[in-house]
């Protein structure tokens, strides 16, 4: 069966949405779809979401003329990828704790299941179609209501040896900085990530006793720095600044090719990239520095489906 016949289709499980999609190895999006994943109702729910987007995509296959030969599932949480299911609690998905979720869609649809952390998965979606593509050494953060991110080393995602790696967002930058939800202080996901950023800036303009817009969104505190708002430009400057102590820690830890930056925080533009690398130099030793690139992610929403369906395509390959 030639490359072209054949599909793989990607979940992408989210607290609010399951996205999903029909692919090809390529990295070709044949047809994607989106619903409410029930997460909060029961587990029970979430599959039957699981099985009607399946469904409409094996549908959609059949339109297309093409086969089938896997899925692939990105979830929330530490996911077992040897055996494709949770590993203990997702905090945000209240009912999907231990979540057999190989067991559960191959016992219905007969078609190998593969699952990994939806973070990996937005890295491996860059890797393989987006803005690492062709490098074997990456790194990948998305800062968004939290931060998270990847590591391939090799070409070979890094996992760590119970499945919980790699927890970018909580690394310490601080060691007497403000608490973080995991337990820990001062990591770089309470200074860098979309409401730190917003409580930031509302703190600088309290002291200076200036209204405070309503809503403030990260995109309008870009829009003020860009429009030469002070305030706006000192908070993006302390961005970049506790990003550059993490990336650069980063790159002397893992000298990678590539570090991408993605989620809804990099939309802010090559602008925010440009701040951030140069903050990096001078955080990085010379020769863990030399030829690394600094990309803003490419694919954007679609990265959870899209490397969804690449782990599919990945690790049916490794097996035929
Ligand atoms: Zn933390």
């Given at each position: ?20 999609a ?18 909060q ?26 086969h ?106 601080n ?13 770089i ?23 405070t ?66 903050a990096?130099?001078g955080?990085a ?30 690790c ?5």
């Amino acid at each position: 069966m030639s490359n072209d016949s054949l599909a793989f289709i990607g979940l992408d499980l989210g607290g609010t949405f399951l996205k999903y999609a029909l692919g090809r190895e390529d990295g070709k999006v044949l047809a994607k779809g989106k619903m409410p994943s029930r997460a909060q109702e029961s587990r029970d729910k979430t599959f039957e979401v699981m099985f009607m987007a399946i469904a409409e995509m094996l549908e959609k296959a059949k339109s297309f003329s093409v086969h089938v030969a896997g899925m692939g599932v990105g979830s929330p949480g530490a996911v077992d990828f040897d055996h494709g299911r949770i590993l203990g609690n997702t905090p945000n998905l209240p009912n999907w704790s231990d979540a057999d979720i190989r067991g559960e869609l191959e016992s219905r649809f007969n078609i190998p299941v593969w699952a990994d952390n939806d973070a990996n998965l937005m890295t491996l979606a860059e890797c393989r179609y987006g803005a690492a593509k062709g490098s074997r050494y990456v790194i990948a953060l998305t800062l968004g209501t939290g931060i998270g991110g990847g590591i391939v080393i090799d070409d070979q995602l890094y996992r760590g040896a119970r499945f919980s790696g790699s927890e970018l967002g909580h690394m310490s930058i601080n060691f007497e900085g403000p608490p973080c939800g995991c337990g820990c202080v001062g990591c770089i996901e309470a200074y860098a990530s979309a409401p730190a950023i917003v409580k930031n800036y509302r703190e600088k303009l309290a002291n200076k006793h200036f209204p405070t817009p309503n809503p403030i969104t990260t995109e309008i505190i870009f829009q003020h720095a860009k429009d030469g708002d002070l305030l706006a430009n000192q908070v993006i400057d302390e961005i970049c600044f506790y990003l550059g102590a993490a990336i650069g820690s980063l790159i002397n830890i893992f000298n990678p090719q590539v570090v991408v930056i993605g989620g809804g925080v990099a939309d802010a533009g090559d602008e925010f990239i440009q701040r951030i690398w140069q903050a990096v130099h001078g955080r990085a030793m010379e020769a863990a520095l030399r030829g690394v690139r600094l990309e803003r992610a490419s694919l954007g929403n679609d990265a959870g489906v899209v490397g969804a369906f690449a782990l599919a395509a990945d690790c049916y390959k490794a097996l035929s």
